[in-house]
Every structure is written in C-alpha cells, then in structure tokens.
C-alpha cells in the first residue's frame, strides 16, 4: 500500500521507481480542477544523485525503511573510507563518491550514524556540530574591529570557518556541520 503525497515532508524516505530516495525539499499544490501534486527533490540513497520530481497520488508512492546505526570513523585508503559498526564490530566501506560533502568532517575516532537499507551501509549523517581544534590562525589585535570582528581560521580537517578575532591557535570550537560556522568555544 501507498503513502499519500499529503503525508510527504523533508528527511522521509520513500521508494520511488525502485530506488529509495530521501526527500530534500517538498512543496504541495493544488490547482483549481486538477489533482493535487508535490514537487520534490530527491536524492537517491545508492547514487547519490540529486533529482526533481512532482509526485502525484497515482505514482503509488511507497516508505522505504531506513536503519540508522552508530559508526565511527576509522581510516581511508585512496578513494575508499573505513568505519566500525558500534553494534557489530563491523568493517564497512562506502567509496568517496557517496560521501564528498562529508569528507572534509572526518577526524580520527569520529563517531556519526550510518543509513542502512536492506543491511547495506548507503550514506553517513554528521552530528550536528563537533568539536574541532584550531590549527593556524592570524593572531587578533586589540581594536581591530574593521571587518565585523573575524578572522580566517585552519581547523584540524582543513577546513576553514571564520571565526571571532579572539580565538587563537591550538584551541578548541564547536562548528555546525549543516552551515560550517563557527558556533562558540568547545
């Protein structure tokens, strides 16, 4: 049985021509004498690609049940990223191309949850901050408050955030990983 597109919404995941997909964004319409429709971005969970639909009643649109479990960052060996399962003690293994946005996140020993369907490891989702070290920063002067108080600063992954002109080198920030902004001191 069908789930109606009324009950669709952002983070569902649904199975459409045969692939899960997780919806990015939905909009609902209803025209004056047609059905009513949903346009939606979706991202296939196995490919990684990112397409656009309108979704209709009839398309018998179905949930796909997604499992999320604790894993933790390991290694990465050329193009392919090593984490252990918490539960299990597994060794899972998902190719840099399902994960390039995440990449520049993984730190030695991070813990996040992966997305499993049908037992198969497809995705990873990032805590929503972490906590990173400061590796190179130009160091702030007093009164120099010209350009909206920030400066450039290296983290520890490579990353570069701005952030307040008093942080130094060698201290710890909490980062948003949805933005990548610097949220306060850890």
Known sequence: MGISIGS??????????????????????KLARGSAFCRVKLKNLKT????????RDS?????AFIEKRKLQYLYNSGDHYHFLDLET???????KS??????IWFKDNLELSGIFYEHTLLDLELPFSLDLK???????????????????????TGL??????????NEIIKVDTRTGQYLGRA
């Open 8 to 29: 669709l919404k952002p983070t569902n995941t649904i199975i459409y021509n045969g692939d899960p997909y997780i919806i990015l964004d939905c909009e609902h319409a």
């Open 48 to 55: 990684s690609q990112i397409r656009n639909a309108t979704l």
């Open 59 to 63: 398309d018998n649109i179905k949930a």
């Open 89 to 95: 003690y597994e060794d899972l293994v998902l190719h």
């Open 98 to 103: 399902h994960i390039t946005d995440k990449i």
């Open 134 to 156: 400061v590796v190179k920063t130009d160091p702030g002067f007093r009164g120099n408050t010209v350009k909206t108080g920030t400066k450039q600063a290296k983290l520890e």
């Open 160 to 169: 570069k955030v701005n952030v307040p002109l008093f942080i130094s080198s």
